[in-house]
């Protein structure tokens, strides 16, 4: 298994554990920085990890820091206004950024140490319907196959 499959697979599950998401999916573009239109089904969940950066440790063991960015898309309301109908909703919305933070906070597995919180952003402004992205980072540590010479 590679390192981005464990870390999808971990987040994913803990996401579905949530009963909650309707779309858990990997980042593939699906949507720009400007146009979220394409999704079609509410709560949506997209986990994008960026790049890594590796650095040689010891003999067949590479280390790196990566950060991942899990996307958050819910339905839009009419009408968010302090006195509309919708506010309950609006809280709850802000109630399950909490929980997400919460569960995938700390989430570990054999190519990746604990994940931290770094950041969180909300996006609503630029997708034009509520939308939110917390980032993660985590140190990674996997074994790779090299050839070793022995130089006399």
């Given at each position: 298994?590679?390192?981005?499959?464990?870390?999808?697979?971990?987040?994913?599950?803990?996401?579905?554990?949530?009963?909650?998401?309707?779309?858990?999916?990997?980042?593939?573009?699906?949507?720009?920085?400007?146009?979220?239109?394409?999704?079609?089904?509410?709560?949506?969940?997209?986990?994008?990890?960026?790049?890594?950066?590796?650095?040689?440790?010891?003999?067949?063991?590479?280390?790196g820091r990566a950060v991942i960015d899990v996307y958050v898309f819910f339905r839009?309301?009419?009408?968010?206004?302090?006195?509309?109908?919708?506010?309950?909703?609006?809280?709850?919305?802000?109630?399950?950024m909490d929980e997400i933070v919460d569960e995938l906070h700390g989430a570990t597995?054999?190519?990746?140490?604990?994940?931290?919180?770094?950041?969180?952003?909300?996006?609503?402004?630029?997708?034009?319907?509520?939308?939110?992205?917390?980032?993660?980072?985590?140190?990674?540590?996997?074994?790779?196959?090299?050839?070793?010479?022995?130089?006399?």
């Amino acid at each position: 298994m590679s390192v981005r499959v464990e870390i999808f697979n971990e987040l994913s599950s803990r996401l579905d554990d949530m009963n909650f998401f309707q779309i858990i999916d990997i980042y593939k573009g699906q949507f720009s920085d400007e146009d979220a239109n394409g999704i079609s089904h509410f709560p949506a969940a997209y986990v994008s990890i960026s790049r890594i950066d590796y650095e040689e440790m010891t003999v067949d063991f590479i280390e790196g820091r990566a950060v991942i960015d899990v996307y958050v898309f819910f339905r839009q309301f009419d009408n968010t206004d302090i006195l509309d109908k919708n506010k309950p909703s609006s809280i709850d919305i802000l109630n399950i950024m909490d929980e997400i933070v919460d569960e995938l906070h700390g989430a570990t597995g054999n190519f990746f140490s604990e994940l931290s919180q770094t950041a969180e952003e909300d996006l609503s402004f630029i997708y034009g319907k509520p939308a939110f992205k917390v980032s993660f980072s985590t140190e990674i540590r996997k074994r790779v196959e090299l050839d070793n010479y022995i130089l006399n």
